[in-house]
């Protein structure tokens, strides 16, 4: 008797990687949507680096008004030194609006963070001195500079995850080098308006009240972002992790960076050496060759609107580069180009001449400009939807408040004990950690962020 069998099941079709990745892209948006996005998210970020440019391009002139007049050198490393405690707020703001980015919404953390940066800045523009309140005043700018630090400990994180997840795949290297560009922007207005102050009321002028202006301008520009964000939606990729978690328990924001503590440590490695370059060379470099060197203010600033501007022009093309050839030969070129060409850079910058200075600082942010153009992408494509934020701001403020909020201080004081190379050597030490884990990271452009 013949044995029948039950015909076999056709096998189910396996689902298309494309189909997958398209469920994951965000909406489709038109030209204006984009650009609003765009600008929405890049303001805020120009603000940030607007307000930590001015204070380290105007320390020189307003350390005098916060601290005790008499000694000149004291009084500009005090200044750099708040400069540096300000950054020790960024890990606590980083973890503050990292963890309500990731609860409450993208949209609503950078709401938050760009309010409390305006603040700041507005009442580091109307501060008492030194010689009407004696030491209150410099009690005064320490608190406003922590207000904006922990304010912009949140404000990088916050926005670029905003955007990474806003972008399409495919083109996220470009769109997120936004992020960069409008930093750069904001750097560029802090510079052009130092220039000009210099130039119309010269150096007894902006010590006397100028430095004031650019904190001003700065709450201001900061008002102006809170508007436009109001504008802003929230992303899909927020609102669909959100919506599938129907019963609101997510795990804590220390437990998810811990499940994520591999993705958090190659973003500290990654950073490191990044930050310490890249303060070295738009902050320390010209405050130093204004105030130790006593090169002309006016020429030093035009010299780093130059290398600004080449700076702000490259960075679409390195981010569209990673789109095309990935994101890990970004960042090898740029950690092994600046380690080698760290001290031949170094020594050119303290030649003694504007121009030597201007192009050093040139070479190096084109090499910077390899590395900052993609980190938002990079940063975003380590980790899940539910801890992106948070597990991209919390290391990401740590590294840049022990190693970039103190390489201005460190290389000041280095060079003012005939030491610099020191300082260089620390950098290239970091650069090649960088280096390091970017060899053991996997390539991940394009990667779905669901």
């Excluded at 090898?332 to 001290?343: D, I, P």
Aim: glycine share 12%; proline share 6%; with cysteine.
């Amino acid at each position: 008797m013949p044995i029948q069998t039950s015909p076999r099941p056709a096998p189910e079709p396996s689902p298309d990687p494309s189909e997958s990745q398209m469920s994951a892209q965000p909406p489709s948006m038109s030209r204006w949507e984009r650009r609003r996005v765009v600008l929405g998210t890049g303001i805020g970020n120009a603000l940030e680096w607007y307000d930590w440019h001015i204070y380290g391009i105007f320390a020189p002139f307003f350390a005098k008004q916060f601290f005790d007049p008499h000694d000149e050198l004291s009084a500009l490393l005090s200044t750099l030194a708040i400069f540096a405690v300000g950054f020790l707020m960024r890990p606590v703001g980083g973890f503050l609006f990292g963890w309500l980015a990731d609860r409450k919404g993208r949209r609503f953390s950078m709401l938050t963070s760009i309010g409390l940066a305006a603040a700041g800045s507005l009442a580091i523009g109307v501060a008492p001195t030194y010689t009407s309140i004696g030491v209150g005043a410099s009690v005064f700018l320490l608190l406003a500079r922590l207000t904006q630090g922990l304010a912009h400990g949140g404000e990088l994180p916050s926005a670029q995850t905003y955007l990474a997840e806003a972008a399409p795949p495919a083109r996220r290297g470009r769109w997120t080098s936004a992020i960069y560009v409008s930093g750069a922007c904001g750097i560029l207005l802090a510079t052009l308006l130092g220039a000009g102050l210099a130039a119309a009321y010269g150096a007894h002028g902006v010590a006397a009240w100028g430095w004031r202006v650019p904190f001003v301008v700065g709450g201001l520009l900061g008002l102006y972002a809170l508007f436009l964000r109001r504008r802003l939606t929230e992303t899909h990729a927020f609102t669909k992790e959100h919506a599938a978690d129907a019963t609101g328990r997510r795990p804590s924001v220390l437990r998810g960076i811990w499940q994520n503590r591999g993705a958090a440590a190659r973003v500290i490695g990654l950073t490191v050496g990044v930050t310490v370059v890249y303060q070295s060379w738009t902050v320390a470099a010209p405050a130093y060759a204004i105030g130790v060197q006593g090169l002309d203010a006016t020429a030093v600033l035009a010299a780093e609107v130059v290398a600004i501007v080449v700076f702000i022009a490259v960075l679409p093309l390195c981010g569209a580069l990673s789109d095309r050839i990935g994101r890990r030969p970004n960042m090898l070129v740029f950690g092994l180009g600046m380690a080698v060409l760290s001290y031949p850079l170094s020594h050119l910058a303290r030649a003694g001449a504007v121009w030597q200075l201007g192009l050093a600082m040139t070479i190096a942010l084109v090499l910077i400009a390899l590395s900052v153009s993609i980190l938002p992408a990079l940063f975003a494509e380590l980790f899940p939807t539910r801890v992106r934020a948070t597990g991209t701001g919390v290391p990401y403020a740590i590294a840049v408040a022990l190693c970039g909020g103190t390489a201005p201080y460190l290389t000041t004081w280095l060079s003012g004990h005939h030491v610099p190379g020191y300082f260089t050597g620390y950098a290239i030490a970091l650069l090649l950690l960088g280096v390091l884990v970017v060899l053991t990271t996997p390539e991940t452009r394009g990667k779905p962020l669901d």
